[in-house]
T-cell receptor, first 112, second 115 residues
Framework: DAGITQSPRHKVTETGTPVTLRCHQT?????MYWYRQDPGHGLRLIHY???????DKGEVSDGYSVSRSKTEDFLLTLESATSSQTSVYFC???????????FGPGTRLTVT | AQSVTQLDSQVPVFEEAPVELRCNYS??????LFWYVQYPNQGLQLLLK??????LVKGINGFEAEFNKSQTSFHLRKPSVHISDTAEYFC?????????????FGPGTSLSVIP
């Protein structure tokens, strides 16, 4: 299994509070991604990174920001959590050759 | 616009019966194709992929898929399913451009294997 960890694995927070989710990889892959998974929507890309300090928006980036200061870490921040951001968040990584992605175990976030 | 369609949101099938999960895509550029499986409370893992060459691709756990360029399809098949195949299955398409290669995931098909 690819070495990808996500923390925390579960979190309950209140509306309006900031939340940061962490993705850590030990594979030295260049690309890292954050997705959210919601029933009926499959996986939707929030943000991605193609290198240290190089990030770009995905299709559902509003309300989210990311940072990548080291190859191995990719942080997702909800500046002010809303109930619509209740979801399961997955981090994924890929190298530059075959484009398949390797996924972390997910973080279940509940915003009350 | 590029998109991925999985025609069946839920597929119930009896144990040891064959199954086909359908995937169609639309794209104006060349693509790579993938099937992922997600077991309950886990992340996605790669089942198989088509990059080039033979249009029939074999993956893990006895699954295979066939790329049909004219029908823009990449259907997943297994001749005899097991209880342990109960999971969510996602088709994904990687769009090949000159810079960043973007992946689009389908909405998923929930496969339930009935004893």
């Amino acid at each position: 299994d690819a070495g990808i960890t996500q923390s925390p694995r579960h979190k309950v927070t209140e509306t309006g509070t900031p939340v940061t989710l962490r993705c850590h990889q030990t594979e030295n892959h260049r690309y890292m991604y954050w997705y959210r998974q919601d029933p009926g929507h499959g996986l939707r890309l929030i943000h991605y990174s193609y290198g240290v300090k190089d990030t770009d928006k995905g299709e559902v980036s509003d309300g989210y920001s990311v940072s990548r200061s080291k190859t191995e870490d990719f942080l997702l921040t909800l500046e002010s959590a809303t109930s619509s951001q209740t979801s399961v968040y997955f981090c994924a990584i890929s190298d530059t050759t075959h484009y398949e992605q390797y996924f972390g175990p997910g973080t279940r976030l509940t915003v009350t | 616009a590029q998109s991925v369609t999985q025609l069946d949101s839920q597929v119930p099938v009896f144990e040891e019966a064959p199954v086909e999960l359908r995937c169609n895509y639309s794209s104006s550029v060349s693509v790579y194709l993938f099937w992922y499986v997600q077991y309950p409370n886990q992340g996605l893992q790669l089942l198989l992929k088509y990059l080039s060459g033979s249009t029939l691709v074999k993956g893990i756990n006895g699954f295979e898929a066939e790329f049909n360029k004219s029908q823009t399809s990449f259907h997943l098949r297994k001749p005899s399913v097991h209880i342990s195949d109960t999971a969510e299955y996602f088709c994904a398409v990687s769009l090949l451009k000159t810079s960043y290669d973007k992946v689009i995931f389908g909405p998923g098909t929930s496969l339930s294997v009935i004893p």
